[in-house]
């Protein structure tokens, strides 16, 4: 065994063109497998999404049946998104759509994060979202005095 994976670390280093003419092959005749190793990547035990509790429940047939579903060959820079991001990945809350509609989307999504309430320092009524809970005047007053850690 040793000898042959020796073998194979030389032939890899001798034709990389040829790894990448049979990557390329692959790749077009199977592209949603890049989706499914993305997806593999963020749920598994070291990916950022079981930190959150999202799993994937999605088998590969299913990825493969959402892609010709929603035609994600004919997108530029297909992406794999759910409807609902507090819920895992499954048939029914995944779809395929392009790279640039996915970060508006997700931009969108997060707005209802924002917290109104009121600023620490002069009580003006604010949308925190990163300012310590400070209006903008009171926060970069506290900036630059050096009042708390950059």
């Not at 993305?38 to 088998?59: F, H, P, Q, V």
Request: aromatic content about 16%; overall charge positive; some cysteine.
């Amino acid at each position: 065994m040793n000898k042959r994976n020796e073998y194979i670390k030389q032939w890899r280093r001798n034709n990389p063109d040829k790894i990448k003419k049979y990557r390329r092959r692959y790749i077009k005749k199977y592209p949603w497998k890049r989706n499914w190793k993305y997806l593999l990547a963020r749920c598994s035990t070291k990916g950022s999404y079981t930190l959150k509790g999202i799993e994937n429940k999605l088998t590969m047939k299913e990825l493969k049946s959402l892609w010709d579903r929603d035609k994600a060959l004919r997108m530029i820079q297909p992406t794999l998104a759910r409807k609902d991001h507090t819920k895992d990945y499954y048939y029914d809350n995944c779809y395929f759509t392009t790279f640039k509609k996915h970060t508006l989307e997700k931009k969108n999504c997060f707005k209802w994060q924002n917290k109104y309430t009121d600023c620490l320092k002069c009580k003006e009524p604010i949308v925190v979202y990163g300012s310590r809970g400070m209006c903008r005047k009171c926060y970069w007053k506290a900036y630059y005095r050096r009042e708390f850690k950059r």
